[in-house]
């Protein structure tokens, strides 16, 4: 008889993969400790990143993602899936909410970016910023005199730092040196009074200065005051008359964009800048964007949100109020912040004839040449940029002014070299010197386009002047070395063009000659410097920050005097027993150093007799 066969291999029968579920022990404590976590997370993060309950906001996706993987590592942790594999499927289970929602989020995302995307909608993208032609005498104003030039910005945002910087040293009246910082990102270009000014928030140098100054020390309720530079005088000072309260630099709850969020927990903030209105009294100008383009696409200003520094109060102001003629926040300058405005400009001037225009054919397209800056124009501040086409060669289409205010802008076409010609072409002339030329200021000289720049050495201290006209850019005028002055500069200016073929003839009128003097180093001394004249003997150097500095000590003195080597001054070339003028900052002494601000070597100290049994007696006449 035939022996029995089983077969146990299954075959023909459908498999299935089946999943058991294993829940860890305690699985419902677990659970509850997953959420708790997950809530802690939430409000954590909602804390630091401050994001806008809003979905036109990339924080937002980024937040909830966020609090969303938090609660799935929480329950790989707590269930002990890592090391255990057998609880994998629990958790997976556990964690399908969370994935579907967070699935629903990239997918509303990705949706939301690709609608947005200038593939699709070039024109709307072109339309965010309105342009008008505009003829040059009426956009610019014009300067036909030397009195005109009391409105001009003569200085850049470097030289404008390093003069503000040096005011630092009036908060030892206040036992406060070293203590605060410039908070260089928040400044902000005003029209103050008629004059042009960079107005500088300070910060703590760090978190230990911070809590011995908010915190222990309680003669000041925050940050007292900040610095304003006059960019045409070179004045820079610290005002003091305030203390700010909320700022930037701030923690916790007075830290400006945490208070302002838990008020307005779905708004999108933009930019932020500093200012102060006609009293002097600071004021903190946050920008309120809105996507104009798809989901996330477009950002443009809907509003400002105008916080008072000293007592955190804040006021809401749409676009057409503070936008409006006689409005009165008028004062404020930058309602628009300068990329956001160079970023609508190239959205017009590349896809003003639709996306594929943009890349085949480009009839038409244009861009922002490489930097802006800024002007002056009756009670408001301007941004400008020259234009280019987009194989960015070294001539421009014309440039386009902008309104940080209002964002009226204005295009007016002329030919001409760009800025950063213009800035090469003037380093040449003075390569011998070394000196560096400042982003162009386009000014109207009686008609003519011309880029006004400033020469600056090393230590950004202005050493003289500039003038290229804009489309005959062969005409340069620098002032020669001995008679460096904007009167000068201004004649040498006009001389060129009239040497022109055909020339032109600049009416100008000379009715202020003491406008934009460079300063004479030499021969002024600020109350708080004073000179020292002796003989040194000794001399060390250190290296901080990868900067040479030099100590120098002089006979009969205690202190050592520091200067950088990068100081324009040759005092790598000192050696002991020479003869140097010192003039020192005396409000920077502190513990036996002293900052000098020149060292200026003099004749050689006389020979002395080293022998020690002899008096060392100088000789007749000193070694020069």
């Not at 490489?370 to 014309?398: C, K, P, R």
């Not at 006009?494 to 030499?522: C, Y």
């Not at 290296?543 to 009969?556: K, P, S």
């Amino acid at each position: 008889m035939d022996p029995i066969k089983v077969d146990f291999s299954e075959k023909g029968k459908k498999k299935r993969n089946v999943n058991i579920l294993i829940p860890p022990e305690k699985a419902g404590l677990k659970m509850a400790i997953n959420i708790a976590v997950t809530l802690i997370v939430a409000a954590v993060a909602y804390y630091f990143m401050l994001p806008p309950m809003n979905p036109h906001a990339y924080a937002f996706y980024a937040y909830w993602l966020l609090v969303l993987a938090s609660f799935v590592v929480s329950a790989y942790v707590t269930s002990g899936a890592f090391a255990k594999p057998e609880y994998v499927p629990y958790v997976k289970r556990r964690s399908i909410v969370p994935a579907i929602v967070a699935g629903v989020f990239v997918l509303v995302l990705g949706i939301g970016w690709l609608v947005s995307s200038p593939f699709f909608r070039a024109r709307s993208y072109s339309k965010i910023l309105t342009m008008t032609d505009a003829e040059f005498e009426n956009t610019v104003s014009l300067i036909d005199s030397m009195s005109d030039f009391e409105n001009v910005a003569l200085i850049d945002t470097d030289t404008a730092f390093a003069l503000a910087d040096k005011t630092l040293g009036d908060f030892a009246k206040l036992n406060l040196e070293s203590q605060f910082e410039l908070l260089s990102q928040d400044s902000t270009q005003v029209n103050y009074k008629g004059s042009p000014y960079r107005i500088y928030p300070l910060k703590y140098g760090d978190i230990f200065k911070w809590f011995l100054n908010s915190v222990a020390n309680h003669e000041h309720e925050g940050i007292p005051g900040y610095v304003m530079v006059n960019l045409n005088t070179q004045e820079a000072k610290l005002v003091m008359d305030y203390d700010i309260k909320y700022s930037t630099a701030e923690h916790f709850g007075e830290y400006l964009e945490r208070r302002l969020r838990f008020r307005y927990p779905t708004r999108i903030f933009g930019e932020i800048s500093f200012e102060i209105d006609e009293t002097g009294r600071p004021f903190w100008v946050v920008e309120d964007i809105k996507k104009t383009v798809g989901l996330v696409g477009g950002d443009d200003v809907q509003g400002i949100f105008l916080v008072d520094a000293v007592t955190g109060e804040q006021t809401y102001y749409t676009a057409e109020q503070f936008g409006a003629e006689g409005s009165e926040i008028s004062w404020i300058d930058q309602a628009y912040d300068s990329n956001l405005l160079v970023t609508q400009f190239n959205y017009y001037g590349k896809y003003e004839g639709g996306f594929w225009n943009s890349l085949i054919g480009q009839s038409g397209v244009k861009q922002a040449s490489d930097g802006y800056s800024f002007i002056t124009n009756g009670d408001d501040v301007y941004m400008y940029t020259g234009v280019t086409s987009v194989t960015a060669d070294n001539s421009i289409l014309g440039f386009v002014m902008i309104n940080q205010r209002t964002k009226e802008a204005s295009f007016y076409s002329t030919t001409g070299a760009t800025e950063a010609f213009a800035q090469v072409s003037a380093e040449g002339k003075v390569q011998d010197k070394q000196w560096t030329a400042s982003f162009p200021i386009l000014l109207n000289i009686d008609g003519e386009a011309t880029y006004f720049m400033s020469l600056k050495d090393k230590a950004n201290v202005v050493k003289s002047y500039a003038m290229v006209n804009v489309e005959q850019y062969n005409v340069m005028a620098i002032p020669k070395s001995e008679n460096v002055n904007l009167k000068n500069c201004l004649e040498e200016y006009i001389q060129g063009m009239k040497e022109l073929s055909p020339p032109k003839t600049i009416r100008f009128n000379f009715d202020a000659d003491n406008v934009g003097q460079v300063p004479d180093e030499q021969t002024q001394t600020p109350a708080d410097q004073s000179e020292i004249t002796g003989t040194v003997v000794d001399i060390r150097t250190a290296v901080v920050d990868g900067t040479t500095w030099y100590y120098i000590r002089l006979e009969d003195q205690d202190t050592y005097y520091y200067i950088s080597a990068s100081a324009p001054d040759r005092v790598v070339l000192l050696n002991v027993g020479d003869t140097v003028t010192v003039t020192v900052d005396s409000a920077s002494a502190e513990d036996g150093l002293t900052a000098a601000i020149r060292v200026e070597p003099g004749a050689a100290a006389p020979e002395r007799n080293t022998q020690p049994e002899e008096t060392s007696e100088p000789e007749e006449t000193g070694n020069d």
